[in-house]
């Protein structure tokens, strides 16, 4: 029932520096998100691209869907240390009446 | 006001027990879930109720019972807890079961079984 997966597992920059993460998932969908938890925290709501997006920007985040390649990217923009936690890209099939999730890119920003 | 809280934050008890975490949103929705995160990280539905209704039952065995009194709150009982159920169980909401928007997680509550 997983649909999301999330590469890297870990990235580690320097501030200032950009992040990319990916996510690919495995059947059609109507829309992707990504969202944050930082430690020991609940997830938060970064951006939610549909499936008929290309392209989605939201201050320093921006999101890029390829529903060819069943895949997505989310490219932070000069990084911050408070920028340092995990990021999961989740997905809603037609099918589900939910969002489906991977295990994550745990992101460290290092000051 | 937090949106979406659940209790307790932390739980510690003894195999065979049972336990139960609640949770309660103030956002008016009408969709809730039961999220369980393993120490991987990998993040699993377990249930989702609309308007107090049964939607999604995932492979979850049935030691674990979802209850939803009313639509602001859902539930989770834990009988003849194992070893195995340890984890963070995240309770979230939505504005519609038909999920287009966001979903808003409480704080979660990490269940430790000893």
């Known amino acids: 029932s997983q649909q999301g997966e999330e590469d890297p597992q870990a990235l580690s920059i320097q501030e200032g520096e950009n992040a990319t993460m990916n996510c690919s998932y495995k059947?059609?969908?109507?829309?992707l998100q990504w969202y944050r938890q930082n430690s020991g925290r609940g997830l938060v709501h970064l951006i939610l691209i549909r499936s008929n997006e290309r392209e989605k920007h939201s201050g320093r985040l921006r999101v890029t869907l390829d529903t060819s390649k069943k895949s997505s990217s989310l490219l932070i923009t000069a990084s911050r240390a408070a920028d340092t936690a995990s990021y999961f890209c989740a997905t809603e099939h037609p099918s589900y009446n939910d969002m489906r999730f991977g295990a994550g890119t745990r992101l460290t920003v290092k000051p | 006001d937090t949106a979406v809280s659940q209790t307790p934050k932390y739980l510690v008890t003894q195999m065979g027990n049972d336990k139960s975490i609640k949770c309660e949103q103030n956002l008016g929705h009408d969709t809730m879930y039961w999220y369980k995160q393993d120490s991987k990280k990998f993040l699993k539905i377990m249930f989702s109720y609309n308007n107090k209704e049964l939607i999604i039952n995932e492979t979850v065995p049935n030691r674990f019972s979802p209850k939803s009194p009313d639509k602001a709150h859902l539930n989770l009982h834990i009988n003849s807890l194992e070893l195995g159920d340890s984890a963070v169980y995240f309770c979230?909401?939505?504005?519609?079961?038909?999920?287009?928007?966001?979903?808003?997680f409480g704080e979660g509550s990490r269940l430790t079984v000893l």
């Open positions: 979230a909401s939505s504005l519609n079961d038909r999920v287009t928007g966001e979903l808003f």
């Open positions: 059947t059609s969908i109507n829309n």
